[in-house]
């Protein structure tokens, strides 16, 4: 079975850093793009950033860029998304995906 375990979230005030960590276990091979998505209470799930399997193509949503970086470590088959100058409206429960395959979230919750 395919497994996502994600991890890392927690309580930071604003301008704070997070680093959410996703331990993927269940595939052959590392031949697959992660994303992770979040949703914050009362709003729809948002994609939030990708990357490509060999790491050298990432996506991010405008609302994180400059500020969250996507890796991978394919060794390890973790993937990370580093999380810096949070704000507030970056508050939501974080979950990392692999095609249909969906973790567990971890919630994040920034203060101001």
């Known amino acids: 079975d395919v497994q996502l375990q994600a991890s890392g979230g927690g309580l930071v005030q604003a301008g704070g850093s997070l680093r959410l960590s996703c331990t993927i276990s269940?595939?052959?091979?590392?031949?697959?793009?992660i994303g992770w998505f979040r949703q914050a209470p009362g709003k729809e799930r948002e994609g939030v950033s990708g990357?490509?399997?060999?790491?050298?193509?990432?996506y991010y949503v405008d609302s994180v860029k400059g500020r969250f970086t996507t890796s991978r470590d394919n060794a390890k088959s973790t993937h990370y998304l580093q999380m810096n100058t949070l704000k507030p409206e970056d508050t939501a429960v974080y979950y990392c995906i692999v095609g249909v395959n969906w973790g567990q979230g971890t919630q994040v919750t920034v203060s101001s």
């Open positions: 990357i490509n399997p060999s790491g050298d193509s990432t």
């Open positions: 269940g595939f052959k091979g590392d031949n697959y793009a």
